[in-house]
Every structure is written in structure tokens, then in C-alpha cells.
């Protein structure tokens, strides 16, 4: 496997970063995309000595102020890898030239989300944003310049298929933090979990999402709910979620599917803007179970309670519990518990 090494460079200035549209080079592998200045090694070079030379030549700009933000590691289709060294820049000091590699354009930062990026370009641009101290990342690349995997500092991040209305995957994947940064549509299954009672007709469990949650902290949730891997179908996953965050191994017999739900949320979390745009997948699972015996994930789930059904969608309804459950999912519920 051929290996390169190369430097990435985003410098900023009042809130916007230097692009360069990739439109010039016909043979080019980032032909029409938006990327950072940079390039190649040259023998005998650090990081350092390579993005200041080579900001230099596609800019005409000398950097005064910059720091080394990630190392990047490429592989494309088992043929090709790359290890790039990631800058940011904030002071630099010289008159633009123009840029032989493309065409060169000061972008809002913002507004570089919705340019012609690589998939795995948005995974480094959302650990910019969010300030991350100095990071490993992996992006691997199919043939077809589509991303398969990615993760950080050694750890396999969560990829999503982008789905359409039908929740047909489109085949394009994003990672997960990506994926809730732009809003793109995304699976996910959830599973209502019910036993018989003497009041409404049956009792909810109901868990209490963990305090570190990225989403909803502190929050009463869905019985058992995770999105659905790249790659991955409904039921498998809605199987691994209840066995994963509680601790319950049942079988596809004992999931009965009842519906759709689709949910559009946006908001912020720890000062990072959410958007969460998922069509889910809903099953019912109503076997016997000890809840003193689940085995909970606690970097998920904080706690767990019964609710009667009438109650608990009351307190829904008046919003008397913090909790981050749709209505008109819960009244499918009800449906398919024949309560509604």
C-alpha cells in the first residue's frame, strides 16, 4: 500500500475559514471539493516546516499564529494511505496570489457545512467547532469515494445510512455527531416494554436517560432505544439495544413491530446545535421481567421505573415529568396495547 504524507490547513479570520474549490487540476482526487490549503512533504520535512511552505506557495500568506490540531489517517479501498497533519491558523501576515490548486475563497464558518465536502472533512470540521484537544482520526474510503468507517484516538465511531422517507438507505453514511449536526435522516429502533396491571390495563417501563447523555439528559425515554447501524437491519438492532442497555436477551418472536415514527427535533446540548431528524422502527416486548435483575448500562441509562399507561400519558401530556417521549408515539402505543 502506497503511504503519504501531507499537512491540511483552515485559516481563520472574522469567523470564516480559507476554502479552496478543488477546480482546476482534471486528474485531481479532490476534483470540485472544498478543502483547506496544504500538501505534500517534501524530504526531510516536519508538519510544521511543510504547512508554513506550503501556505506560503498556494496563498502567499506566512502564518504568525497557528496550531497542530489532529493527525488524520486516510485509506482508500486497501490501496492508498495517508497521514495528514491537521492546522488551524488565526494570524498570518503577506498579500494574497493566486492559487494554482483552485480557486481560493473566504467561507463563514457555518456555511462551509452545506459546501461540497469530503463526509469525513465534516467529522474534523464538527472536532474544530467543538474545540477537541489534539485528536486521532481514521477515515476509510470504498473505491467509489464513499466513507466506510471512522474512528477516534483508536475508538470506532457510530455511522449512520442516510435513509430517505421510506427509510431506504440513499447510500451515503455519516457519523453520528454529522448526522445530528446537519439534521440528515437516520434509523433508529425503539422498544416499548409493557406488563399487565389493575388500573389503565397495563404498566410502561420507562428509563431515566444518564446525566452525561449528548441529548436529553436526566430525561424519562423509550424502554430501550439506539439508532441503527450502517449496514444494519431494524430487528437485529432493537435485539442488541435491550441487550446492551438492560440486559434482556430476547428473541425476534418476542418484538412485535406496531408502527412508524418519524421525529424532528432541534435544539442545543452543552452548547452544541442538535438536530435530530430519525424514523424509527417500534416494537412491543411484553414477556416477564425482574427489573431488579436487569443489568442497566450506565453510561446510558440512570434508572428505570413502571408507569401506569393513563399516567404516564398524562404526565406527559402536562409535561409534570422531564421526560423526551412523543405524544403521538406513546398513543401508538396505546393502540397496539388496545388502550387507546
Known amino acids: 500500500m502506497k503511504v503519504k504524507l501531507?499537512?491540511?490547513?483552515?485559516?481563520?479570520?472574522?469567523?470564516?475559514?480559507?476554502?479552496?474549490?478543488?477546480?482546476?487540476?482534471?486528474n485531481d482526487v479532490n476534483k470540485d471539493k472544498w478543502i483547506g490549503v496544504g500538501g505534500h512533504f517534501e524530504e526531510g520535512e516536519s508538519p510544521e516546516e511543510c504547512v508554513l511552505r506550503e501556505v506560503k506557495e498556494e496563498t502567499g500568506y506566512i502564518l504568525t499564529s497557528y496550531r497542530?490540531?489532529?493527525?488524520?489517517?486516510?485509506?482508500?479501498?486497501?490501496i492508498e494511505?495517508?497521514?495528514?497533519?491537521?492546522?488551524?491558523?488565526?494570524?498570518?501576515?503577506?498579500e494574497p496570489i493566486p492559487c494554482n490548486e483552485g480557486v481560493l475563497e473566504w467561507v463563514d464558518i457555518e456555511k462551509v457545512w452545506k459546501l461540497n465536502l469530503w463526509e469525513g472533512d465534516k467529522i474534523f470540521f464538527r472536532l474544530l467547532d467543538e474545540n477537541v484537544p489534539f485528536f486521532s482520526l481514521k477515515l476509510v474510503y470504498n473505491i467509489d469515494g464513499k466513507l466506510e468507517y471512522a474512528a477516534l484516538n483508536g475508538k470506532q465511531m457510530e455511522m449512520f445510512d442516510v435513509i430517505d422517507e421510506d427509510g431506504m438507505p440513499t447510500g451515503l453514511v455519516k457519523e453520528r455527531g454529522v448526522a445530528h449536526r446537519e439534521g440528515a435522516l437516520h434509523a433508529t429502533s425503539h422498544i416499548w416494554i409493557?406488563?399487565?396491571?389493575?388500573?389503565?390495563?397495563?404498566?410502561?417501563?420507562?428509563?431515566?436517560?444518564?446525566?452525561?447523555?449528548?441529548?436529553?439528559?436526566?430525561?424519562?425515554?423509550?424502554?430501550?432505544?439506539?439508532h441503527i447501524a450502517?449496514?444494519?437491519?431494524?430487528?437485529?438492532?432493537?435485539?442488541?439495544?435491550?441487550?446492551?442497555e438492560l440486559g434482556i436477551h430476547a428473541t425476534p418472536e418476542q418484538l412485535v413491530e406496531f408502527g412508524v415514527q418519524y421525529k424532528n427535533y432541534q435544539g442545543e446540548f452543552y452548547g452544541k446545535p442538535f438536530r435530530d431528524n430519525q424514523r424509527s422502527i417500534l416494537y412491543l416486548y411484553k414477556e416477564p421481567i425482574d427489573t431488579d435483575k436487569l443489568k442497566l448500562q450506565q453510561s446510558e441509562i440512570e434508572s428505570v421505573i413502571w408507569m401506569d399507561y393513563k399516567e404516564a400519558l398524562h404526565s406527559i401530556q402536562e409535561n409534570t415529568m422531564k421526560h423526551c417521549i412523543y405524544e403521538e408515539e406513546f398513543r401508538k402505543l396505546g393502540s397496539a396495547l388496545g388502550l387507546e
Open 6 to 26: 501531507s499537512t491540511l490547513c483552515y485559516i481563520e479570520n472574522d469567523n470564516q475559514y480559507l476554502m479552496l474549490h478543488r477546480v482546476v487540476k482534471k
Open 68 to 78: 497542530y490540531r489532529g493527525l488524520v489517517t486516510f485509506v482508500f479501498a486497501d
Open 81 to 94: 494511505m495517508e497521514y495528514m497533519s491537521l492546522f488551524t491558523a488565526d494570524e498570518f501576515e503577506g
Open 194 to 226: 409493557a406488563r399487565p396491571n389493575e388500573k389503565s390495563g397495563y404498566d410502561i417501563l420507562l428509563q431515566k436517560r444518564s446525566a452525561n447523555k449528548d441529548s436529553h439528559p436526566g430525561c424519562y425515554d423509550i424502554s430501550s432505544a439506539g
Open 230 to 244: 450502517a449496514g444494519d437491519q431494524p430487528l437485529a438492532s432493537a435485539l442488541r439495544e435491550l441487550e446492551e
